[in-house]
């Protein structure tokens, strides 16, 4: 080889390294920690899931836990999202409830980035947007990642061929990459792959703080066949019910006649690994598990943009829906706006928490602080998130 | 086992992506060579735990 050819492949390889930390640097961006506002005076202190599971301290699984703790012996709540970091609306109604919520009876957790490692990768060849941004009336820009369903390879490897999870669950050929879904290993491993020691953090989380109610917030596509469906565990269906009631009766009395689309479905016997199930089953609290609709995960969407993606618009499923052809995620010309999405999280997650008294009064949690779904629909999040410093 | 296994990962992909830029450097034709810095930065990233 002369010398030509190989100052042509140098060249060649530095063209290489330019375009490896162009690229980097968007893959990088993806790692970096969310900034979630952490004043609210009635913030007890942040903890975090390796106090639950030692085995996660270090690693990219360690999620932070916001502790409302009124001192008030009453109910205690676990609200999470973020199982699948693609899933925002769940995500922003924790971050809802982080901001905003006051607790003067019983304790609260919130957990707004369940599968931390989750957050630091996209779904790939789906043309996903990495962020979720707000600017806000101060000028500021809010920013939220939006991961993917599993964690990031980079961070769990390999996917095993087989494995038998705590749950009981097999899982093997098309199901392999679940390993790395949270919502399908649950109970978890104390010492096992990184999203089963997540599990068993959430688990122990559960369990040492004596949680009465878990309420465990999703996202589906417009193809699911339970879009804004609560799914409970069999001790949670009487509080599910008295909450979707409630929420209801609350969204009537507010003036919309129609209430809220929420239905509520029994956890399935065979639904190893999953949150409703497992940890119903693992657990003394009641699980429960809510979907909101968000068009950008299904398969017939146009092409990814913000409109998609917060704004919920999607011309392709508005038709789709006026040929019947879906059973629960239909979609009309005005969307399912990120603040839509969240707010019926919020609806349902704070009915639950106040089911939990009614059925069971010396369980009574008490909250406040949180917006008035009507403010959050008409101000949307750029007129309710605080800004950061 | 598992954190020996993450070990590994890193090892492999440091390693291929080495053969990749080796691949590079004596590529005989240009577009080999590009062939081989595709491949290439992917690994890295891999490599780097970037991506």
New interface residues.
């Given amino acids: 080889m002369n010398a030509k050819q190989t100052t042509r492949n140098v060249l060649v390889l530095l063209i290489a390294l330019v375009l490896a930390f162009l690229a980097g640097q968007d893959f990088r961006d993806m790692q970096q920690p969310d900034k979630i506002y952490a004043e609210n005076p009635a913030l007890t202190r942040v903890a975090k899931l390796s106090e639950y599971n030692p085995n996660l301290k270090g690693t990219a699984g360690d999620t932070d836990i916001y502790v409302f703790d009124s001192g008030v012996p009453g109910g205690v709540a676990l609200v999470y999202g973020g199982t699948h970091a693609n899933e925002t609306a769940a995500v922003m109604n924790a971050i809802t409830y982080v901001e905003n919520v006051s607790v003067t009876q019983g304790k609260l957790f919130v957990m707004p980035q369940a599968n931390l490692s989750a957050f630091s990768a996209t779904l790939p060849l789906r043309a996903q947007m990495g962020h979720m941004t707000f600017t806000l009336a101060d000028g500021s820009v809010r920013t939220v990642r939006m991961g993917t369903r599993l964690a990031n390879p980079v961070h769990q490897w390999p996917d095993p061929n087989y494995r038998l999870n705590s749950s009981g669950r097999v899982l093997e050929h098309g199901e392999i990459a679940e390993i790395r879904n949270l919502n399908r290993n649950h109970p978890g491993m104390e010492d096992g792959y990184l999203v089963e020691m997540v599990c068993y953090g959430i688990r122990k989380l559960v369990e040492t703080e004596n949680v009465d109610v878990l309420y465990d917030g999703h996202e589906a596509s417009p193809e699911f066949r339970a879009v804004n469906f609560l799914i409970a565990h069999q001790r949670a269906m009487d509080l599910g019910s008295a909450a979707i009631l409630n929420a209801n009766l609350d969204a009537m009395m507010e003036g919309d006649m129609d209430g809220y689309p929420f239905k509520l479905d029994l956890s399935g016997a065979t639904s190893w690994g999953l949150s409703h199930r497992a940890l119903g089953d693992n657990t003394q609290a009641m699980a429960t598990l809510f979907e909101s609709l968000n068009p950008v995960m299904g398969f017939c969407h146009e092409k990814v943009t913000e409109a998609l993606v917060k704004d919920g618009i999607s011309p392709n499923y508005v038709h789709i829906t006026d040929l019947g052809l879906l059973g629960s995620g239909e979609l009309t010309d005005a969307g399912s706006p990120i603040e839509l999405r969240a707010g019926y999280h919020m609806e349902m997650s704070r009915h639950l928490i106040g089911a939990l008294g009614e059925l069971n009064p010396e369980k009574t949690l008490t909250i406040s602080g949180l917006p008035t779904f009507n403010d959050l629909v008409a101000n949307g999040f750029e007129g309710i998130l605080k800004p950061v410093k | 086992m ?1 954190n020996v ?2 070990i590994l ?1 890193l090892v492999i992909a440091g390693l291929l992506a080495l053969v990749a ?1 080796v691949n ?5 034709s ?1 577009e080999k ?2 062939n081989h ?1 595709i491949l ?2 992917p690994l ?3 490599a ?4």
């Fill in positions: 598992i296994l993450h990962y830029l590079i450097i004596r590529a005989k240009l060579a590009i810095a290439f930065v890295l990233l891999r780097l735990l970037i991506k």
